[in-house]
């Protein structure tokens, strides 16, 4: 049984920064894509950033060059850095988890957690 919880939102002002962190429960954890999606009210989920097992890393145009996603298989935790906080980048962010797909759309991902409020101001 796979589980995900995230941690680390808050409100920020614009221009600082703000760690998310994923804690990865119950898997073969670095077989997995792991990803972050978020949803800003009235819009719809988005893919921000993507981990593959091989260790490669794809980002979202909005947010190339403000995040950073990692993984940490040893303490099972995936991460997101995110710095040079924009007013936009207000939302819930979510963590998401799959054997098989390594997607930038959610409906594929088997594993999400319950997200986490980020409120940059």
């Known amino acids: 049984h796979v589980q995900l919880v995230e941690s680390g939102g808050g409100s920020v002002r614009a221009g600082g920064s703000l760690k998310l962190s994923c804690a990865v429960s119950g898997t073969i954890y670095e077989k997995f894509c792991m990803a972050w999606f978020r949803q800003a009210p009235g819009k719809e989920r988005e893919g921000v950033a993507i981990?593959?097992?091989?260790?490669?890393?794809k980002y979202a145009d909005s947010v190339k060059g403000r995040f950073t996603i990692s993984k940490d298989s040893r303490l099972n935790t995936l991460s997101l850095q995110m710095n040079s906080l924009l007013p936009e980048d207000t939302g819930v962010y979510y963590c998401a988890a799959d054997r098989t797909w390594c997607s930038w759309f959610w409906s594929p991902y088997n594993f999400r957690g319950q997200g986490t409020q980020v409120t940059v101001s």
């Open positions: 981990i593959d097992n091989d260790g490669s890393t």
